[in-house]
Every structure is written in structure tokens, then in C-alpha cells.
């Protein structure tokens, strides 16, 4: 249910403009599931390992940008900042 809630805020969240690409989280859900693992774990795995974590968020926006232990991604810091924030909730 959490996790259907993150998917949930995002759609809102771009729906709202808040996000401004359409790829901040879409890029994600190529290889991440709410519920199940893909080919990358399941995003409510993701908030799960990371939980109370306060330095988690940070940190995955740099692997991101990075590409260390993950494909680098190119979208924007707020866009990846956003996708991470949402995916912790």
C-alpha cells in the first residue's frame, strides 16, 4: 500500500508541475517496479533499506549522477533530488 502511494505522489507530482521533466521517475520505472524486482529491487526495497537514513538522499543522487553501482542518469539534480525524495517517502 506505501508503495502504491509513492507511484501514487509522483503522478501527482508531475501532474502538478512540480517535476518538471516527465523523466524523472519515468527513467526509473524502466527498471524499477513499486512492488516487485525487475531488473533493479522493487522501489518500496528501496525506501525500506535506506529508511531513517538521513544521509540516503544524497548519497543515491550522487550514484545516480555517478553511474557508480547504477546506469548514470541525465536528468537534471533537481529532477533526480525529486525521484530519490519520492522513492524514500
Do not use: R
Not at 36 to 52: E, F, L, N, R, T
Amino acid at each position: 500500500m506505501k508503495s502504491m502511494l509513492v507511484v501514487m505522489a509522483a503522478a501527482a507530482m508531475f501532474a502538478a508541475g512540480t517535476v518538471q521533466a516527465d523523466d524523472a521517475l519515468k527513467g526509473c520505472v524502466k527498471c524499477h517496479d513499486a512492488e516487485k524486482k525487475k531488473v533493479g529491487p522493487a522501489i518500496k526495497d528501496v525506501s525500506a533499506k535506506y529508511k531513517g537514513n538521513k544521509d540516503a538522499e544524497a548519497m543515491l543522487v550522487a550514484k545516480l549522477k555517478d553511474g557508480k553501482g547504477h546506469p548514470k542518469a541525465k536528468e537534471s539534480d533537481a529532477e533526480l533530488k525529486a525521484a530519490v525524495q519520492q522513492m524514500l517517502k
